[in-house]
T-cell receptor, first 118, second 111 residues
Framework: DTGVSQDPRHKITKRGQNVTFRCDPISEHNRLYWYRQTLGQGPEFLTYFQNEAQLEKSRLLSDRFSAERPKGSFSTLEIQRTEQGDSAMYLC????????????????FGDGTRLSIL | DQQVKQNSPSLSVQEGRISILNCDYTNSMFDYFLWYKKYPAEGPTFLIS?????DKNEDGRFTVFLNKSAKHLSLHIVPSQPGDSAVYFCAAFYNNNDMRFGAGTRLTVKP
């Protein structure tokens, strides 16, 4: 399977706990994105990486959220001191392209991690 | 700020007929537009895209039309099949940056 892989698929935790999600992008893709989706809405951008560099962060990404992509391959998204409002589907996407490539490329999504805060 | 809008939360069509899904945007800097299809418990699947330098792109049963002056795009599915029943998201970005999504339209194709 050469698609985007996310782990775990589901996470249930108590309010105040820390959680970490993992994303493995399509291997030849240099860009990796994190989105959050709540019921009845489209995905909302959180952050993205070009290789290992984190290039942009949304204002949705509070200081309780941190994302890393240490070797430019897989990425992790950590949420500290989880709150009820963090309950959502967290989606990872990857694409090729970027500045200097001269072309826009579609992003390909994983199946997401559904986070439920009790 | 809702830069991409899908004003119809749902659409129902008969099998074999045309499905037309609509999307409006406000940011004139967008230069790439996409449609994604989403089944329950799965991530969005890329369907078709169009660059802002074009006004039409076709791929099999799927055609996307872009009207830049009206800041409007649409997805046509002909003929519609029951397997097309899903939530369809319109998305846009510029310069390979983050995508902005609409809220989605749930398409139901009745046999």
């Amino acid at each position: 399977d050469t698609g985007v892989s996310q782990d775990p698929r589901h996470k249930i935790t108590k309010r105040g706990q820390n959680v970490t999600f993992r994303c493995d992008p399509i291997s030849e893709h240099n860009r990796l994105y994190w989105y959050r989706q709540t019921l009845g809405q489209g995905p909302e951008f959180l952050t993205y990486f070009q290789n290992e560099a984190q290039l942009e962060k949304s204002r949705l990404l509070s200081d309780r959220f941190s994302a890393e992509r240490p070797k430019g391959s897989f990425s992790t998204l950590e949420i500290q001191r989880t709150e009820q409002g963090d309950s959502a589907m967290y989606l990872c996407a990857s694409s090729s392209g970027g500045p200097g490539t001269g072309s826009n490329q579609p992003q390909h999504f994983g199946d997401g991690t559904r986070l439920s805060i009790l | 700020d809702q830069q991409v809008k899908q004003n119809s939360p749902s659409l129902s069509v008969q099998e074999g007929r045309i499905s037309i899904l609509n999307c409006d945007y406000t940011n004139s800097m967008f230069d790439y537009f996409l449609w994604y299809k989403k089944y329950p418990a799965e991530g969005p699947t890329f369907l078709i895209s169009i660059s802002s330098i074009k006004d039409k792109n076709e791929d099999g049963r799927f055609t996307v039309f872009l009207n830049k002056s009206a800041k409007h795009l649409s997805l046509h599915i002909v003929p519609s099949q029951p397997g097309d029943s899903a939530v369809y998201f319109c998305a846009a970005f510029y310069n390979n940056n983050d995508m902005r999504f609409g809220a989605g339209t749930r398409l139901t194709v009745k046999p």
